[in-house]
């Protein structure tokens, strides 16, 4: 399983603990340094030139990682994320939006500021949708703010 934004990984130790075999990108060399203290593979990467041969994975995983690529990018982002997946393979990817805002954060609560694309749920469905199958989209508010999470999976296309 690919995860593309493992972060300190969290999300991969757990799939490990259940019998999925994770390997982690992440543009953090810090996160993917600890990620791999803790037993997960990591490299350091971009979604925009993933480090693997075309169809080297079962499936995908990516959570609040895809935010942070902006509009302009985004279908170069998914072109080559499915492009390690294998045909039929499934992928989820979790985002934060519910409004369009595309910028660098002004949040008080977020350090350091990142770039962030939120997008309403039609346009975020929208977007998935040109390049997959879209097999689940749900949303629900986070009481702590005014973003909303997006989670959907996905089917590779066949060819």
């Known amino acids: 399983m690919l995860e593309l934004g493992v972060g ?9 603990a259940a019998g999925i075999a ?17 037993g997960v593979p990591a490299l350091c990467g971009t979604l925009l030139e993933l480090p693997f041969a075309d169809r080297s994975f ?20 998914m072109r080559e994320l499915l492009r390690v997946l294998h045909p039929g393979s499934p992928l989820a990817i979790g985002l934060w939006g519910g409004f369009d805002r595309e910028g660098v954060n002004d949040f008080d609560r977020i ?38 999470y997006q989670y959907a ?7």
């Open 111 to 148: 350090h350091p500021p990142r770039f962030f694309s939120h997008r309403t749920h039609e346009r975020a469905h929208a977007m998935l949708a040109r390049h997959a199958t879209v097999t689940t989209f749900e949303t629900w508010r986070d009481d702590r703010s005014t973003w909303e």
């Open 22 to 38: 994770p390997i982690g990108v992440e543009l953090s060399v810090e996160h993917a340094r600890i990620a791999t203290s803790r």
């Open 8 to 16: 300190p990984g969290h999300d991969a130790v757990m799939f490990a």
């Open 58 to 77: 079962d499936c995908g995983w990516t959570m609040s990682t895809l935010l942070h690529v902006p509009d302009a990018d985004f279908d170069a982002a």
């Open 153 to 159: 999976e996905l089917r590779a296309p066949q060819s």
